[in-house]
């Protein structure tokens, strides 16, 4: 499958999912990709991905350790010494547009690939992979427009600003959309003259390996390098690396902490971009049913693992019965399957882990004194070899429960209600995070008001929720983290600003 129609597959689950498995073992080799080859790990070890809707091994790939990031680092200084960083803007345009049209033409088989090993349903991988190549291609051809300033000034002075790559940038990924975040991150960093080092998570490592292996003679030797490896390991040698100038990190609030810690020993620069747990406020004024579409897409896409889930709905008391009645339709009209055949909207989650953890606060929040409407693990036929939990609604939930206050990282919505506008706003700013926001209303000036009271990096007002777009700036506020990615102005995150003086003497002539 080379074109960007989509190979479903047809059989059994064990079938669709062993000729997956052969399908994508014939595309790679899916080693550590350093200086443009792929190797193994220094130590020989390899662990095993898994394939989440059967929870058996796709492929083992490089147990990397500190010193295969030390060596992916060295590769990353070669490549960028070597005139990655001082060639100019055209010529890393070029580079990366040429690595993105041959991507474009691998982009059913790499959606195959992050379908497989991420559990998504094989339409949602190919939506997804086509997305996150808007991104390198956006940065591709926004750095093209990138002029510094002058700076105004006495005329015995010259002032200007150049923006200068950090040398080589570690990148560090989380499992829930592997490419998307990757490219994310590698757009602006490889546009702005940055060599990169990229440590997949440890749960999805195969796209970003595959990505990778066909930027073969496309991008310079060592530009683009991949290490493979458990946080510990592989990710924060990277983070504490003296020649690596700037980290940019997505993942749990708890190891971007880790990760902001280690990067101050060699003062680093960070990105970060933490959890959340993004409240969905629907005022009186809502359409009812548009509401409820965007609200089940917010929370139930990807099987609620996105970090700008809209995991906490704040609902008028008016209308509060129309919209869970509403929510709780839809989210048993969603079913979930076998992500390789056609029509499935709803896969498993990551891990055995990720199971656990939100099948167990499901039971938390009964035990706090929720009702459990619909939802829960599934517990019977030929799903449960895989980690499935069906789109789940609480309801009676009160705002300082566990379950709306931590994020659950799974298809489980928490219903709260409230009575007045100053109540909404004060629920939805009542958590430590601060990534997203979405609001339902037809009224035009409480629809503003509202985006400008609530705590977050982003607000979607009336649909399309959670979904960043190329040049819209994406990030947190309070703990969701640092700095912002998606737009322009992660170039500047990812170059260092100098400033020019230049004394002008008398015109001697
Ligand atoms: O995250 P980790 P996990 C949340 C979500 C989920 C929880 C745990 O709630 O249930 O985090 O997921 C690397 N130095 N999010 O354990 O550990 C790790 O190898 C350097 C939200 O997967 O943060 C992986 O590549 N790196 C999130 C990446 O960090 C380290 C998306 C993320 O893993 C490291 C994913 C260390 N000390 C989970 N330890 C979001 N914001 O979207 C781990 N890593």
């Known amino acids: 499958m080379t074109s960007d129609s989509i190979g479903y597959y047809t059989g059994s689950i064990e079938e669709t999912h062993a000729a997956a498995r052969e399908d994508v073992l014939a595309l790679g080799e899916f080693g550590a990709w350093i200086g443009s080859e792929s190797r193994s790990a220094d130590s020989g070890e390899e662990f095993a991905t898994l ?177 493979t490896g458990f946080g510990e390991e592989a990710g924060a040698p990277l983070t504490e690396h003296a020649a690596v100038g700037k980290v940019s990190f997505t993942g749990e609030d708890v190891t971007g902490k880790t990760v902001m810690k280690a990067a101050a020993e060699t003062v680093t620069a960070v990105t970060l971009e933490l959890g959340g747990k993004s409240p969905y406020v629907v005022f009186p004024s809502a359409d009812v049913k548009k509401a409820v579409r965007d609200v089940a897409h917010g929370i139930f896409y990807n099987a609620g693992q996105s970090c700008d889930a809209c995991s906490r709905v704040l609902v008028h008391e008016d209308i509060a019965e129309e919209f869970t009645e509403g929510l709780v339709a839809r989210a048993e009209g969603l079913t979930p399957g076998d992500t390789l055949v056609e029509g499935t909207t709803v896969g498993p989650l990551i891990s055995a882990d990720q199971f656990e953890k939100v099948t167990d606060y499901v039971e938390i929040g009964r035990e706090e004194g929720a009702t459990c409407v619909t939802g829960g693990a599934v517990e019977d036929g030929d799903l449960t070899d895989g980690w499935y939990v069906r789109p789940t609604v609480l309801t009676d939930v009160d705002n300082d429960m566990r379950v709306a206050q931590e994020e659950i990282f799974g298809p489980v919505e928490v219903i709260t209600t409230f009575e007045t506008y100053d109540e909404a706003i004060e629920l939805a700013n009542d958590v430590e995070f601060g990534l997203a926001a979405g609001v339902a209303t037809e009224n035009t000036t409480l629809a503003h008001r509202a985006a400008a009271d609530i705590e977050a990096g982003s607000v979607w007002i009336n649909g399309n929720y959670a979904t960043p777009i190329p040049g819209g700036p994406f990030g947190g506020y309070k703990q969701s983290g640092i700095g912002r990615e998606c737009s322009r102005d992660a170039l500047r995150h990812f170059t260092q600003e100098k400033a020019v003086h230049v004394a002008l003497d008398e015109p001697s002539l």
């Open 51 to 227: 394939d989440p809707v059967v929870g058996e091994e796709i492929c083992s790939v490089p147990q990397c350790t500190a010193t295969d990031v030390d060596a992916a680092v060295k590769a990353a200084q070669e490549a960028f010494d070597g005139g990655w960083g001082a060639c100019s803007p055209q010529e890393r345009s070029n580079a990366m547009l040429s690595w993105v049209a041959t991507l474009r033409e691998n982009v059913g088989d790499l959606a195959l690939v992050e379908s497989l090993d991420g559990g998504k349903p094989l339409k949602h991988a190919l939506v997804e992979t086509k997305y996150a190549l808007d991104f390198l291609e956006y940065y591709a051809k926004v750095v093209q427009a990138d002029e510094g300033i002058t700076v105004p000034t006495d005329d015995d002075m010259h002032v200007y600003t150049r923006h200068e790559p950090h040398g080589v940038v570690g990148l560090i990924t989380p499992w829930n959309f592997p490419l998307t975040i990757s490219f994310w991150k590698l757009g602006p960093a490889l546009a702005a003259g940055n060599a990169a080092v990229i440590k997949p998570a440890e749960q999805t490592p195969l796209s970003m390996l595959y990505a990778a292996e066909l930027s073969k003679d496309i991008l310079p030797d060592g530009t683009l390098n991949v290490v």
